[in-house]
């Protein structure tokens, strides 16, 4: 067993070449980093290795579990007293590294603090239509923090005080259009799946009611107009997401009587290798 540290920084991947590097980068703060990775086919572990992070594999299990299995590998074989969070496509700013540092050096009786999340999306880093602070606890101490799956996402929940950080988080979840459509589908099959496990109703009349509010939502109620082309589209595309997550709910029969099992045989209806 390593001896304790004050600060670890976790990292769940999948083929997570494209930003790593950068994100490892912004971490060279932290006293260790640990990356989970569901056995990349990519250059991700050679780019972990090289910045000397410590990295295991293990079989994705979904979002919540996978970070909760990071979290107890870290209790049994590298205590921490703090766990930052991240994902391979986010970057901690200099900014953020600063009210970090002051917050576990000061933390109080706080044993969470949240920080904002600026996502860089088209041409720009997105500033309306609920996008921003989005606001995520993503550093805390490992022993008061609940995990929950939340559709193709997950949700942390503190179990004490918590405070807030200044400093962004910043997110390049998209590399192209073709990348953001190749998530929204992996999103949608899993929120379709977390939909149905909740006894949610499902069908085009659903899905066009949800997907129309979830644009006006973005787009005019919370001033997505004023991201110009970039908030039109990923209102647009949050929208036909919404719209594909609750019509997926019942998958229709397709091609039966003739390919009557194949889904199931060969395991296409259920996606979840984590992309990111």
Avoid at 228 to 247: D, I, Q, W
Wanted: aromatic content about 12%; proline content about 4%; glycine content about 10%.
């Amino acid at each position: 067993m390593e001896d304790a540290v004050r600060l670890t920084a976790l990292i769940i991947t999948l083929n997570g070449e494209r930003l790593l590097d950068k994100c490892l980068e912004s971490l060279s703060f932290c006293d260790r980093v640990l990356i989970v990775d569901s056995f990349s086919s990519d250059r991700t572990e050679e780019i972990a290795r090289d910045h000397g992070a410590m990295f295991i594999q293990n079989k994705w299990p979904g979002n919540a579990k996978q970070i909760r299995y990071g979290i107890d590998w870290l209790y049994a074989n590298a205590p921490t007293e703090w766990v930052l969070m991240l994902d391979c496509d986010e970057i901690i700013s200099p900014e953020l590294k600063k009210s970090i540092l002051e917050a576990i050096e000061h933390p109080g009786d706080k044993t969470a603090f949240s920080m904002p999340r600026r996502t860089w999306y088209f041409d720009r880093f997105l500033k309306h239509g609920g996008c921003y602070p989005d606001r995520l606890f993503r550093l805390f101490r490992p022993e008061a923090i609940r995990i929950e799956n939340s559709g193709a996402h997950q949700k942390f929940v503190p179990a004490g005080p918590y405070g807030e950080l200044s400093g962004d988080m910043l997110h390049y979840t998209y590399c192209n259009f073709k990348n953001q459509l190749d998530k929204l589908n992996d999103y949608a099959e899993r929120g379709a799946r977390d939909l149905e496990s909740q006894g949610r109703k499902g069908g085009v009349l659903v899905g066009l009611l949800h997907g129309t509010w979830r644009f006006i939502d973005m787009y005019v109620r919370k001033m997505g107009v004023l991201d110009g082309r970039a908030g039109f589209l990923m209102a647009a595309h949050t929208s036909f997401y919404t719209f594909l997550k609750y019509v997926r709910i019942h998958e229709g029969g397709w091609g039966a009587p003739y390919d009557h099992g194949l889904a199931e045989a060969d395991g296409s209806t259920h996606s979840d290798p984590r992309r990111g």
